[in-house]
């Protein structure tokens, strides 16, 4: 069955960088697109980024556009948020999705804080 799972949230202080990895099986990771999400306390969860199956096309939440890079390795079934520049208003639970195979992680929680 198909399976995500997130790693590499954490606590770090404002303008410090994480990288989130989602790691996928169950499924042909190249054959489909990628999301990544976010929910923070009290608030909807809103997409943060967008990478088409072959990488060539990203897209991105105004709010983190210059400050968050989505990549992927097919070859290792990964996908990957390089998140820099990192603000508190980023805090929240951040989710990889695949959206035909209307899939979601478990979520790794992110804390920007001094």
């Known amino acids: 069955q198909v399976q995500l799972v997130e790693s590499g949230g954490g606590l770090v202080q404002p303008g410090g960088s994480l990288r989130l990895s989602c790691a996928a099986s169950g499924f042909t990771f190249s054959s489909y697109s990628m999301n990544w999400y976010r929910q923070a306390p009290g608030k909807e969860r809103e997409m943060v980024a967008f990478?088409?199956?072959?990488?060539?096309?990203?897209n991105y939440a105004n709010s983190v556009k210059g400050r968050f890079t989505i990549s992927r390795d097919n070859a290792k079934n990964t996908g990957y948020l390089q998140m820099n520049s990192l603000k508190p208003e980023d805090t929240a639970v951040y989710y990889c999705?695949?959206?035909?195979?209307?899939?979601w992680g478990q979520g790794t929680q992110v804390t920007v804080s001094s």
């Open positions: 999705y695949i959206p035909r195979k209307a899939s």
């Open positions: 990478i088409n199956s072959d990488g060539s096309i990203t």
